[in-house]
């Protein structure tokens, strides 16, 4: 069975740095493209990255870009988001999901964690 | 960006009833167009990709159709099990975004 596990949210004040982590389970991790994405409260879902299953090709949204930085390490079946820099406008929760941009996007999620800029 | 737009954004229907949710690119994507459902405090679950193919476990009441620019997402009876928010979403090419959202709640 698929599973990804999100962790690492909380509550941070603006400007500081939070790194969720992603850990996955019941398919190889390196075989896939993997994405955050994200929701603010009461909002629709936001698209915040993409890393390819080697980790050599990224991409983000213009609102993290140069804040926020995806990665991976299939050996430990993880991926990561280190968020930098952060505003009050990136609370939300922020789910991991498996991603096939040919075929089947967001096949499977995590449950979301979530993450509270605010001082 | 390719902006996706929902409409409705809200919708009240009662179980049997035959339910219409468009999409709209604000340029061609071709087929790539993917529809999911939400319910409160759950992750999306994909029910539709490649605007017509339907996910694996998904019920045969739901369809999609569309190609360009313009899509809908049909359920054909509205169960009880369907009262959520319903997402499309572009994933033609970067950034990759969704629509605003349709609540389907019961009238």
């Known amino acids: 069975e698929v599973q990804l596990v999100e962790s690492g949210g909380g509550l941070v004040q603006p400007g500081g740095s939070l790194r969720l982590s992603c850990t996955a389970s019941?398919?190889?991790?390196?075989?896939?493209?993997m994405s955050w994405v994200r929701q603010a409260p009461g909002k629709g879902l936001e698209w915040v990255a993409n890393?390819?299953?080697?980790?050599?090709?990224?991409h983000y949204v213009d609102s993290v870009k140069g804040r926020f930085t995806i990665s991976r390490d299939n050996a430990e079946n993880s991926l990561y988001l280190q968020m930098n820099s952060l505003r009050v406008e990136d609370t939300a929760v922020y789910f991991c999901?498996?991603?096939?941009?040919?075929?089947?996007?967001?096949?499977?999620w995590g449950q979301g964690t979530l993450v509270t800029v605010s001082s | 960006d390719i902006q996706m737009t929902q409409s409705p954004s809200t919708l009240s229907a009662s179980v049997g009833d035959r339910v219409t949710i468009t999409c709209r690119a604000s340029?061609?994507?071709?087929?790539?167009l993917a529809w999911f459902q939400q319910k409160p405090g759950k992750a999306p679950k994909l029910l539709l990709y490649k605007a017509s193919s339907l996910e694996s476990g998904v019920p045969s009441r739901f369809s999609g159709s569309g190609s360009g620019t313009e899509f809908t997402l049909t359920i054909s009876s509205l169960q009880p099990d369907d009262f959520a928010t319903y997402f499309c979403h572009n994933y033609d090419s970067y950034p990759i975004t969704f629509g605003g959202g349709t609540k389907v709640d019961i009238k």
């Open positions: 890393i390819r299953q080697d980790g050599g090709e990224k």
């Open positions: 019941g398919f190889t991790l390196g075989g896939r493209w």
């Open positions: 999901a498996r991603y096939d941009g040919s075929h089947r996007p967001f096949d499977y």
């Open positions: 340029q061609s994507i071709s087929y790539w």
